[in-house]
């Protein structure tokens, strides 16, 4: 029996509707950008799995950095205990995140990061004994689902059935080039009724919404904002760190920086579960107390897993090689020769990219789970490629180390795909 007929009998598999779409393929080997089914079909991943094996699938690198680090400490509990690879993770982190970041939290995905974000933001104010209980967040986020994630996130469709259990949140339009003024005035209406705890972003780019891009001198004016406000603010770079905007944290782009920072998908290079909430030391003296109960009382069992910590500390020394720089540049030269090619087609109806990330949008109306998504999905998997139609959004986020060989394959079939829908 094939892997994929054997699946069906005890697995249950995730934003899967079994009764309508009960196949899932199996994939046997990874390298590089390629997948490889079980029947020894070729695909290039031009999604890096979900925005995480930037250095490629299977990267020797990173395999040698964790199986040396398995072979002296697997794992030892993160609480009261600490090791090397935590400790050089720390530092190689702070060189590289935005400069008012000190202090590094573990969790281990992308969701729970930002959950501890939500509670530090919560418990900051809480040992001040001030109650601030409700959150601003932009409309059509997407922060991950646990149930502080799920509430800051505006992408609400499949929430339905936990809406009555979610936090308390208000929601802002993202910024462009004219409607900054009103959302300041939003705000100053908002913050005049409400004791606001923080405010939660993607910074410059929401990934689930389909890659949408904002305007960085927008989010800027909000950021600072809140900071007059005495607002903590939120930087979601789960899905937008490591290099993928061309700078190592969309954050970079930006004057105003985030009190907080949650971190996961690329930074362990796609191969381990991990994710990181840093945070200013103003932050942390917050938690300081001869009292036990104002400590951070958030924990997961695999906090810190060494393993993880090596594969993470391995990916920065990549992200940071002159070769994988190189490599971003070059990327984001042939995006932008692929949008003048592209933009003027009668079925696009715009075009962006951001770093290694491009999008474009369909002039025809997709539903994110509908039919023409299923028809694309397969026309893109029968040519040897894996793309993942975001309602009528088609994205490309490459691994760096993608040849310009399979690049060029992904504009084609993405251009060759326009005359079907
Ligand atoms: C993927 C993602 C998350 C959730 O991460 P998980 O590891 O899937 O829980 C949160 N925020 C953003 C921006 C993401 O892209």
Redesign the pocket.
């Known amino acids: 029996m094939s892997l994929q007929e054997r699946d069906k009998k005890h697995l249950w598999h995730p934003l899967k509707q079994h009764q309508l779409n009960p196949e899932s393929l199996a994939i046997v080997q990874a390298k590089d950008c390629i997948l490889t089914d079980e029947d020894g079909n070729e695909y290039i991943d031009a999604i890096s799995s979900?925005?995480t094996c930037m250095y490629g699938h299977c990267n020797d690198y990173i395999i040698e950095a964790t199986h040396k680090q398995m072979q002296r400490l697997d794992h030892v509990m993160f609480s009261d205990f600490t090791h090397e690879p935590a400790v050089k993770l720390s530092e190689e982190l702070i060189k590289i995140l935005p400069h008012n970041q000190n202090k590094i939290y573990f969790n281990d995905?992308?969701?729970?990061?930002?959950e501890a974000g939500i509670k530090m933001a919560l418990q900051y104010y809480f040992n001040k004994d001030e109650k601030r209980s409700l959150f601003i967040a932009f409309e059509d986020?997407?922060?991950?689902?646990?149930f502080g994630?799920m509430s800051v996130s505006g992408l609400s469709v499949y929430n339905g059935p936990f809406e009555d259990f979610l936090i308390n949140v208000k929601r802002i339009p993202v910024p462009n080039d004219s409607n900054t003024d009103s959302i300041l005035q939003q705000l100053k209406t908002l913050v005049s009724n409400h004791k606001i705890a923080g405010f939660i972003y993607?910074p410059l780019i929401?990934?689930?919404a389909g890659m949408k891009t904002h305007d960085a001198n927008g989010l800027n004016t909000i950021l600072n904002f809140f900071k007059t406000r005495n607002i903590l603010t939120i930087a979601?770079?789960?899905?937008?760190g490591f290099g993928k905007t061309g700078k190592n944290f969309a954050s970079d782009y930006l004057e105003a920086k985030p009190d907080i920072i949650?971190l996961?998908?690329a930074l362990t290079a796609g191969l381990l579960?991990m994710?990181i909430t840093s945070c200013t030391q103003d932050i942390y003296e917050g938690f300081l107390s001869e009292d036990i109960s104002k400590g951070f009382f958030h924990c997961h069992t695999y906090s810190a897993n060494p393993v993880a910590c090596a594969a993470a500390i391995a990916g920065i020394e990549l992200l940071t090689s002159a070769k994988i720089q190189n490599n971003i540049q070059n990327i984001i030269k042939s995006h932008t020769d692929f949008k003048k090619r592209i933009q003027n087609h009668p079925k696009v109806k715009t075009t962006r990219h951001l770093g290694v990330i491009f999008a474009l949008d369909l002039n025809t109306k997709m539903q994110r789970y509908g039919d023409l998504r299923d028809k694309l999905l397969k026309f893109f998997m029968d040519r040897g490629i894996f793309l993942r139609p975001l309602g009528n959004t088609i994205y490309i986020q490459p691994p760096y180390v993608i040849t310009n060989a399979q690049l060029q394959k992904v504009y084609q079939t993405l251009e060759d795909v326009l005359d079907i829908v």
């Open positions: 979900w925005y995905n992308g969701s729970t990061a930002v986020g997407f922060h991950g689902d646990t994630a993607e929401q990934g689930a979601d770079e789960v899905m937008t949650c996961s998908k579960p994710a």
